[in-house]
């Protein structure tokens, strides 16, 4: 019987060291879970954070992009407003709008360049371009650029081109007049 107590014992140390195996074993398995729940979580932070630095990256490069349009902008209203001032001065608020619209039309015409700078400077186009580098441009002009600028052309899309009515050029002569106001005419490029 002492064997069988023996063996009985020893069976019995057996299953309470293989119990306390299976319990240290359980809560090593649940320490190395919440670990590698902690380190999926820690994972998803720095995903989420490289996602923030892509997203702010993309942003920072519209904001660059949105600075350069509005510099540019703000370079083509002053540009504009001189022109108006120069060309229009002394006319009134419909005349200036309507070289301003002039302007811009050309913009969107074939026939001229793209850009309201190139537009300007374009060979044989505005006589005050000696002035405009030292030009100001007065309130009205620059209202009337921005007019412009922000709520688009007031004359027909066609009508590019406009010159003081008592200029007596055969090629002046020879537009198409859309409207008479001050002291200039506003004309299609087509002729008559």
């Known amino acids: 019987m002492t064997k069988l107590k023996q063996t009985l014992a020893l069976s019995a140390v057996m299953v309470a060291g293989m119990m306390f195996l299976c319990i240290w074993y359980a809560v090593q398995v ?6 590698v729940d902690g ?22 490069d519209v904001v660059s992009e949105l600075r350069k349009q509005l510099h540019g902008e ?4 002053d540009l504009l407003a001189r ?15 309507m070289v301003g619209s002039v302007v811009v039309n050309r913009v969107k015409h074939a026939s001229f360049p793209n850009t309201v700078r190139e537009v300007v400077y374009q060979k044989n186009q505005f006589d ?11 309130d009205d002009s620059r209202k009337a650029a921005k007019e412009v600028m922000t709520k ?23 537009r198409k007049v859309y409207k008479v106001v001050g002291n200039h ?8």
């Open 30 to 35: 649940d320490a190395l879970e919440r670990r």
């Open 128 to 138: 005050v371009l000696p002035k405009l580098s030292t030009s100001m441009s007065s």
């Open 74 to 77: 703000q370079d083509d209203l």
């Open 185 to 192: 005419a506003f004309a299609y490029l087509d002729r008559k």
């Open 83 to 97: 022109v108006i001032h120069e060309e229009a001065r002394g006319e009134s608020y419909e005349g200036k709008l």
């Open 39 to 60: 380190l999926k979580k820690e994972l998803e932070a720095e995903r989420s954070i490289s996602a923030q630095a892509v997203d702010l990256a993309k942003m920072s």
């Open 152 to 174: 688009g052309s007031i004359l027909p899309r066609e009508v590019v081109v406009f010159f003081n009515k008592g200029v007596n050029e055969s090629w002046v002569q020879s």
